[in-house]
């Protein structure tokens, strides 16, 4: 007895190929993670240092004092820095100490003739 003929299917190899020839393209482009490197922290005072070089230009300045007299003596030197309030020069002061002496004179002699008003109203 002859057997009847049966077609068989055969399976498709070609279709699994092609599949997993597309997950493995699909895996190649996928982004891949950064590596990163770590350290470990610590607290401390971080030291920064800033080198330049160029020119600096500064401003003049007239000083003038509110008396006049002869200089007699310097504290800087030109193109010292100088703070506000800092002592620039010593002025002579022997005109003034005169005028102060001369004041304080007039100053007794008007306190004087107060008392003597003062007894002779008593």
Do not use: H, K, N
């Not at 055969?10 to 092609?18: C, K, S, V, Y």
């Not at 699909?26 to 982004?31: G, H, I, K, N, R």
């Not at 401390?44 to 200089?71: C, F, K, M, N, Y």
């Not at 506000?84 to 008007?110: C, F, H, P, S, Y």
Request: charged fraction near 20%; aromatic fraction near 6%; hydrophobic fraction near 55%.
């Amino acid at each position: 007895m002859a057997r009847p003929a049966t077609t068989r299917r055969r399976f498709p190899w070609w279709a699994l190929i092609l599949v997993l020839l597309a997950a493995f393209i699909v895996y190649l482009a996928l982004p891949r993670p950064l590596p990163v490197a770590t350290a470990p922290v610590t607290m401390g005072v971080l030291q920064l240092s800033l080198s330049s070089t160029g020119v600096v230009e500064g401003t003049i300045s007239d000083v003038s004092g509110r008396l006049t007299a002869p200089i007699t003596a310097f504290f800087v030197e030109e193109g010292d820095a100088v703070m506000a309030g800092e002592r620039l020069a010593r002025l002579d002061d022997t005109d003034l100490r005169a005028e102060v002496a001369r004041l304080q004179a007039a100053v007794d002699a008007a306190e004087r003739r107060v008392a003597a008003m003062r007894a002779s109203a008593a």
